[in-house]
Each structure stands twice: as structure tokens, then as C-alpha cells.
């Protein structure tokens, strides 16, 4: 099978959990036996062909265009980038040869090529998200709404946005309807979008997240706890935003700190808001050394950290499938996260970690703090996330579950 993936975020691009996905994605193809062409942005503006060791790695110029405006129109530079595609693909299609396209629904640049190509190649899209429509919650939307509030952020703001990017929902719409197949990260993913669009005659998968375990150069290896008498690692990895929930963590750090005199709390991540920005400022410097801000850093040094954690933490408000609390788990650690989205379907509460009530700071603390009170019950729960992992989340198990949809969706064009 020859597989195309488009995305363009794919590393080495800056990118989130979907260039991580996608790079795994093709490393586990590539291991299946398929051929894998990716084509995704040159960050330089030139166009390079490269041998990887998963395949074929194609990066062409993006579109610049109208750069200010773009920041305020998201949904501009999606648009334009569609019409790019659609010439350059049609040539990677003969050119390789390739039976199959799969690309994210999140940016809708991909809204295009369903009625253009005609049904000539399956298009697969992968519901990672939206970037034009909020995927939440409505007890999760009422917290987020509340500290929005609390941190004096007016709501028209956040209002006015949405309505002036609202075109680039249509595009993920339009390119969501038009695919073959829509596979999703969750169930709870899969069921927000049935309320919001209407899928009834497209075919749909829940096709989890996975992370690489099994192979040797690249796996994730479980190591024996050992704990550290002087340190508790507690970190969150992402975007430090009221969104991400991080300033309900900040809230949460003055009582957790002083519950636990060996806790040291690390944020990872880009400090996106200013007011999130200000309020980790301002603990780092009342906790110099036991408040950490590292910033953004790139995703393999993020795969060195997480074995030397403790606990991950993540406050999110929304979320479709977070690659981190995999990463973490499959490390053996277990995580204090919102109870929102899909997360109650990969942390099992109690067992692998514990979840807290969305926008609640002290439930926050009071978590962490108590799955750090027993020595014996943490590791029960180091353990379980490990089996976790490795039994729901093992990547080249989900990859036969894919490569199945895949085969599926090149019988129905050829037939």
C-alpha cells in the first residue's frame, strides 16, 4: 500500500500532538511494510524531496500571503493552501503511485481535494480537532467560561473571534463530509462531532492514539520506579493558556508546594497568554527553584523528561486525545487530569491516575497531593498505566485496526 500524509505541522515543523501522531503514523506503516510519501510545509520556502527512515519526505513553500491579516483570518491561509495542494498532489499521485491519502481535519486545507480528486484515491481524515470550533463540553464550557470571568477576560473578545473565523469551521466541515472515511482519536470525538455535523451516511472509526512501544530504536521502555526522597517531579507539558487549564494549576501550586516539601513543578510549554505568563512568573520567583518555567522545547527532549517525572498534571478544558498523557503513561506515570473529553477513557480513575473536577483548583491539589501520599498505591498505579498503554494504546496494534480501514476504503474507489 502506498500511503500519502499530508500535514502541515509534520516535524521537523513546529508542531503539537498531531505532527507527533503522524510521524508515528508513518514510522509504523513504513514498519508494516507500506511505502509512506509525506508532504507537509517548508519552513525556508523551498521545495526538498529527502529520504527518511520511514519514507518519502516532501516539503513545498507555504502560503504567506496577507501574513498580518492571516493572524486575525485564520481562515485565509487554509484556503490558499488548498488550492496549492491540489496541483502538487495530483502529481504526487502519479508520480508514486499512491492508493491513499490521509490528512487532519484541523485547519481545513484539505477541503478541496474530496471533490477535486473525484474519488480517483480514498481520503482519509483524521478528526484530530478543530481550529475553527471549540470541541467542548457543556459542564467543561460553563468552568471555562467561569474562569474566564475570574481572570477579568472579557467574553466578547472570544465571541467576536469565533464569528470572525467561522469560515474556517466551514472549510473543516467541507472536508470532513466530502472524505470516505472520518476516523477519530475517541469516542468522545467521535460523538461531539455527530451533535455538530451530520455524518449519518459517512463511514466512521474510532481509531485511538497510539504510541510506539514495541519498536527498538524508538520505543518507550518502561523503567522500575524509584523513588526519590528529596524530589517529586510534577510537570505539565503544552500550551500554557487559560484554555490548557493552566491557570487553575497555578492557582493549585501554593497548596501543593506546601503539602509536599520534596515537590518541584515543572511547566513545559510556550507561554502563550500573558496572563497565564505573568501569574508563572510571579510563582516561579515565590518558589525560586521549585516552580520551573522551561518553555517550549522540541518533542524528543520532552521524551527524555517524562521518564524522570513523577506525576504528569493536565487541567485542560477540552481535548480530543492528548499524545502527552500517553507518552507519560506508557513511561509508567500516572497522571492527575480534568474530567473532561476523552480523557476518563484513557486515565482510568483510580487505577492508572486520578481525575478531578474541571476548573477546580483546590480538587486539583488535593489529587496530586494524594497520589503522592503512598509509596505502595503509586506504583500500583505506575504499573497500570504501563499495562494500560501497552494493551489499549500499542501503535502497531492500532496500526492493524487502521490498515484494515485503509484496505476497506480502496476496495469501495476500485470497486
Not at 487554509?78 to 502519479?94: A, C, E, K
Not at 485511538?208 to 524508538?218: A, L, M, T, W, Y
Not at 497568554?273 to 524528543?300: A, C, T, W, Y
Request: with cysteine; aromatic share 8%.
Amino acid at each position: 500500500m502506498r500511503v500519502l500524509i499530508i500535514d502541515k505541522e509534520f516535524p521537523p515543523n513546529k508542531h503539537g500532538g498531531i505532527g507527533v501522531y503522524n510521524q508515528n503514523l508513518a514510522y509504523a506503516l513504513s514498519r508494516l511494510g507500506h511505502s509512506v510519501i509525506v508532504l507537509t510545509l517548508s519552513e525556508d520556502r523551498s521545495k526538498t524531496i529527502t529520504n527518511q527512515p520511514y519514507g518519502i519526505l516532501i516539503r513545498i513553500p507555504g502560503s504567506s500571503s496577507l501574513p498580518r491579516l492571516c493572524k486575525y483570518l485564520r481562515w485565509i491561509n487554509p484556503l490558499i493552501l488548498g488550492q496549492i495542494l491540489y496541483s502538487i498532489i495530483i502529481q504526487i499521485i502519479v508520480d508514486y503511485k499512491i492508493d491513499l491519502i490521509e490528512i487532519p481535519s484541523a485547519g481545513g486545507y484539505g477541503y478541496s481535494l474530496p471533490y477535486k480528486l473525484n474519488n480517483q484515491v480514498p481520503i482519509i481524515t483524521r478528526f484530530h480537532g478543530s481550529l475553527g470550533n471549540i470541541p467542548i463540553e457543556n459542564h467543561a464550557k460553563a468552568a471555562l467560561s467561569l474562569e474566564m470571568q475570574k481572570l477579568g477576560k472579557n467574553k466578547w473578545v472570544s465571541n467576536a473571534a469565533r464569528m470572525i473565523n467561522s469560515p474556517l469551521w466551514t472549510l473543516e466541515i467541507q472536508q470532513i463530509k466530502n472524505s470516505q472515511v472520518i476516523t477519530f482519536p475517541s469516542e468522545f470525538s467521535l460523538n461531539w462531532l455527530e451533535t455538530e455535523v451530520n455524518l449519518d451516511q459517512k463511514e466512521k472509526e474510532v481509531i485511538h492514539n497510539g504510541v510506539d512501544i514495541d519498536f527498538e530504536s524508538r520505543s518507550i521502555k518502561f523503567q522500575p520506579i524509584v523513588p526519590v526522597p528529596d524530589e517529586k517531579r510534577i510537570v505539565f507539558v503544552g500550551r500554557c493558556s487559560i484554555a490548557k487549564g493552566v491557570s487553575v494549576f497555578a492557582r493549585a501550586v501554593p497548596k501543593i508546594l506546601n503539602n509536599i516539601l520534596s515537590a518541584r513543578i515543572l511547566f513545559v510549554g510556550p507561554l502563550v497568554d500573558p496572563l497565564v505568563k505573568q501569574e508563572l512568573l510571579r510563582l516561579s520567583k515565590l518558589f525560586p527553584n521549585r516552580v520551573i518555567l522551561m518553555g517550549q522545547i522540541e518533542h524528543p527532549k520532552v521524551l527524555q523528561i517524562l521518564p524522570k517525572i513523577d506525576v504528569l498534571v493536565l487541567p485542560t478544558f477540552y481535548e480530543i486525545s492528548p499524545m502527552v498523557v500517553l507518552e507519560a503513561m506508557s513511561n509508567g506515570k500516572p497522571v492527575v487530569a480534568s474530567n473532561v473529553g476523552p480523557l476518563p477513557e484513557i486515565v482510568k480513575d483510580q487505577e492508572t491516575g486520578l481525575l478531578f473536577t474541571v476548573g477546580d483548583e483546590d480538587d486539583l491539589a488535593a489529587k496530586v497531593i494524594e497520589i503522592l501520599d503512598s509509596e505502595s498505591r503509586y506504583k500500583a498505579m505506575s504499573e497500570a498505566s504501563f499495562e494500560r498503554i501497552h494493551n489499549y494504546f500499542n501503535m502497531m496494534n492500532i496500526m492493524k485496526e487502521l490498515v484494515m480501514v485503509y484496505q476497506h476504503s480502496i476496495e469501495g474507489v476500485i470497486n
